[in-house]
């Protein structure tokens, strides 16, 4: 498999954002939670549809595939670990919480996260109340 960017792994975890929310998921949607341009999102939405994380439908619709699924769950549960870390080990705020994850979540290996799962006890919820999954 390819290695993604930092820009896709957002764009997966944003549609995962919706998509757990019970939400259709919209390019405009998109585009106003990552505070980007629907150009960008266009552009980005079609090299997640060649690479198969996504569809889309004729209504603007986007849904994850199956492996789009596995993985934006992948990179949500990564970003959820660390801000149970975050929470529990540095005291941090909830406040600032999202932002200190967003940028760990790109630079912790896998298997880093996978040992903070362990240091954690393997956390259910992250510290928003969101479900960490196995």
């Given at each position: 498999m390819?290695?993604?960017?930092?820009s896709?792994?957002?764009?997966?975890?944003?549609?995962?954002?919706?998509?757990?929310?019970?939400?259709?998921?919209?390019?405009?949607?998109?585009?106003?939670?990552?505070?980007?341009s629907?150009?960008?999102?266009?552009?980005?939405?079609?090299?997640?549809?060649?690479?198969?994380?996504?569809?889309?439908?004729?209504?603007?619709?986007?849904?994850?595939?199956?492996?789009?699924?596995?993985?934006?769950?992948?990179?949500?549960?990564?970003?959820?670990?660390?801000?149970?870390?975050?929470?529990?080990?540095?005291?941090?705020?909830?406040?600032?919480?999202?932002?200190?994850?967003?940028?760990?979540?790109?630079?912790?290996?896998?298997?880093?996260?996978?040992r903070?799962?362990?240091?954690?006890?393997?956390?259910?919820?992250?510290p928003?109340?969101?479900?960490?999954?196995?």
């Open positions: 390819s290695q993604k960017t930092k896709q792994e957002d764009y997966l975890r944003a549609i995962y954002h919706f998509f757990e929310e019970g939400k259709r998921v919209r390019s405009v949607d998109v585009a106003e939670y990552l505070k980007v629907k150009p960008s999102v266009a552009e980005m939405t079609s090299s997640l549809v060649k690479m198969g994380f996504i569809a889309k439908n004729r209504y603007s619709s986007i849904k994850l595939t199956k492996k789009g699924a596995e993985e934006a769950r992948k990179i949500t549960n990564k970003h959820r670990i660390i801000e149970v870390f975050l929470t529990e080990f540095l005291k941090m705020e909830k406040k600032n919480l999202h932002e200190e994850a967003h940028r760990l979540e790109h630079a912790f290996s896998d298997n880093v996260v996978k903070l799962g362990v240091l954690l006890k393997k956390p259910k919820k992250c928003h109340g969101k479900p960490i999954m196995r």
